[in-house]
């Protein structure tokens, strides 16, 4: 059985960086498409940013030239570097992984981490 965990989150000042983890347990990570959604409160849950089987990484408008999607396969592990945060960037963070579907759909994935929760204050 697939397992992720998430952790990093915590309150962060506007402007500030803050770097995600998940760890995967249960099968390897390079079988999988890796994203990270958010879901504020009363939102639907987004779409992030996903690093590819390949390696390859595609990123929300939202998010894209401050978030970096990374992993080290060696440690099972997938990175969120976030940078120059908002306070709209406050959220729980989600680690998902897929084997097949569309990366922009939370239904295509078939296994989702606990969340973490991000403060961005202004």
């Known amino acids: 059985q697939v397992q992720l965990v998430e952790s990093g989150g915590g309150l962060v000042q506007a402007g500030g960086s803050l770097r995600l983890s998940c760890l995967v347990s249960g099968d390897t990570l390079n079988n999988y498409a890796m994203a990270w959604f958010r879901q504020a409160p009363e939102k639907a849950r987004e779409f992030v940013g996903i690093?590819?089987?390949?390696?390859?990484?595609s990123y929300a408008d939202s998010v894209k030239g401050r978030f970096t999607v990374s992993r080290d396969s060696a440690k099972n592990m997938v990175y969120l570097q976030m940078s120059s945060l908002k306070p709209e960037d406050t959220a729980v963070y989600y680690c998902?992984?897929?084997?097949?579907?569309?990366?922009?759909?939370?239904?295509?994935?078939?296994?989702w981490g606990q969340g973490t929760q991000v403060t961005v204050s202004s």
């Open positions: 690093i590819w089987n390949g390696g390859g990484t």
């Open positions: 998902a992984a897929q084997t097949n579907g569309s990366p922009w759909f939370p239904s295509d994935y078939q296994y």
